[in-house]
């Protein structure tokens, strides 16, 4: 991965900020206005104390140092004020481009094809969008527009100390160059540990989901001494590189404050032949200290964003593949397309998953109402079947028609709507029954009632959440959504193997009634519901 900060890196980072941070134009104007304003408030400020200093305390002029010590006061108290509404300001930008960056994340993996879930699990998912985003949100947190501030204070340092004394003016900037050669090399060296720090954390999500979804064979088979020292060796190996960042941070900001101190002693003894030779008054010598601050800072600034940016550039490299990803086709659904799917047919499909054929030829036609089964051993490729039809994948050959014409004439989201489907992968999700049976198609009561009293599911659990329920009880869950979702198509993929033996029977018995006027694709191992079925298609 190029890990280079170059004008490529930065313009693309800036762009993805920009394109959700767009809509907070004023906020990021009105930060702009108060950093110019904290910039001239602190400009002031050493010049203030140069008058206290030469007219009042020199001079012994106590009514001099009453008014400047409360102008002082005064410019301090409202350089704070505005720093704080700026840290609002900035806190809010920040926040919306974050939401942003979500909201697109969240939308991006609604339509991604289907092949990036093979291949990326969940955590992965997750720790990757989650690191990725906050740290390009980076970019737009206070401790760049701070950065921004301490830049335009830079300048105004430079007039500023070119006017009290160029001689020293001179000395200062000389050793800018030395503290940034410095930085830098130290910059050069967090790129690569951060980087390296990044791979090692992605290697644990891995690892992490594997241990998590076989924790149940890890119990069995006696294996947690392995994953407890798998786990150790890995994390071991990003605490080292955590380790090696701290001392690196340290070791910056001490480089950080002997450059600046060594600078100082120096002004301070050059200075002092000044003040002795009368070329330079006491005043003059605080407030010039006081501009190399403001001078000498931003070296350390720029680089501490260079630091950013050296963890800014892993983190869009990766974001910026992730949002290039194929998704999937989706432009013929602009035309909103109602149709009515008379007839299902395969015509030669084959499909691979890049590990050889897992249907090779398949032809079959299933017209409106009729009753279709599916069986074949596992790895037939019944369940790839369904993955084709819902335009999960394309058929890599063959074609698969809609009432005769190809199934890429139609919007696919207008097949979907018009399946509901039960299988091993269809999700029971975090809410409760209710809302896991309309899937936010609105609730009807009393039909809830009698599904609900039909397949013998308990609506007292209406108000739970149901994600922990059992295999059995899923399964009567899904199928009570396909009942009130009411959809022209159903697939049954195994969808009451795990119900118990006398509840099955009953389901059997109201097979016809439930699905007497709808086209079925059932799905299974065995040949139960055979007779109900009016074509058998053998993998």
Known sequence: MDMRIGKGSLAKAIHIIWKE???????????????????????LIPVITKYIIDDGIIKQRLDVVQTFAIILLVTIFVKCILEVINAYVVSNVNVQVKMGLFKRAIKKLEYIHF?????????????????????????????????????LTLFGGII??????????????FSIPIKYLLMHFLA???????????????????????????????????MSKQSETEAE????????????????SGGKDSVDVIVSQILTTLIYYLGSILIFNKEMSLGTLIAFLSYVVYV??????????KFVFASVVPALNRIQKFFDEKEECLEIDKKKTEIKI?????????????????????????????????????????????????????PTGGKILINGRNIDEFPITEIRNKISISDSVSHIFNRDICENISLGAGKTKDKMEDIMKELGLDFSMRNEGIINVSSGERQKVLLARILY????????????????VGFKEKIEKLFNEWFENKTLIYISHSGELFEKMDKIVKL
């Not at 500023?160 to 000395?171: S, T, W």
């Open 21 to 43: 941070a767009k809509n907070a134009k004023f906020k990021i104007a009105l930060s702009i206005f108060l950093l110019l304003a904290v910039s001239v408030l602190s400009l």
């Open 115 to 151: 092949d990036y879930f093979n291949h990326n699990n969940v955590t992965k998912i997750f720790n990757d969008m989650n690191n990725d985003i906050n740290t390009l949100s980076l970019l737009c947190d206070a401790t760049v527009f701070r950065a921004l501030a301490t830049i």
């Open 160 to 173: 500023c100390i070119l006017i009290l004394n160029p001689f020293l003016a001179v000395v200062t900037l």
């Open 188 to 222: 050069k060296i967090n790129k690569k540990l951060t980087q390296i720090l990044i791979q090692i954390n992605s290697k644990f999500a891995i690892w992490f989901s594997d241990f998590i979804s076989g924790i149940r064979d890890i119990r069995i088979y006696g």
């Open 233 to 248: 060796n890995i994390k071991r190996e990003a605490f080292a590189q955590e380790v090696k960042l701290a001392v690196l």
């Open 296 to 305: 000498t800072t931003p070296v350390g600034t720029l680089m501490n964003l």
């Open 342 to 394: 008379d007839s299902i047919e395969f015509k030669q499909v084959s499909f691979d998953y890049g590990c050889g054929k897992v249907i090779d030829g398949l032809s079959f036609k299933i017209n409106r109402g009729e009753k279709i089964m599916i069986t074949g051993e596992n790895g037939s490729g019944k369940s790839t079947i369904i993955s084709l039809l819902l335009g999960l994948y394309k």
């Open 485 to 500: 979702l009411n959809r022209d198509i159903v697939v049954l993929d195994e969808a009451i193997a795990n119900i118990d």
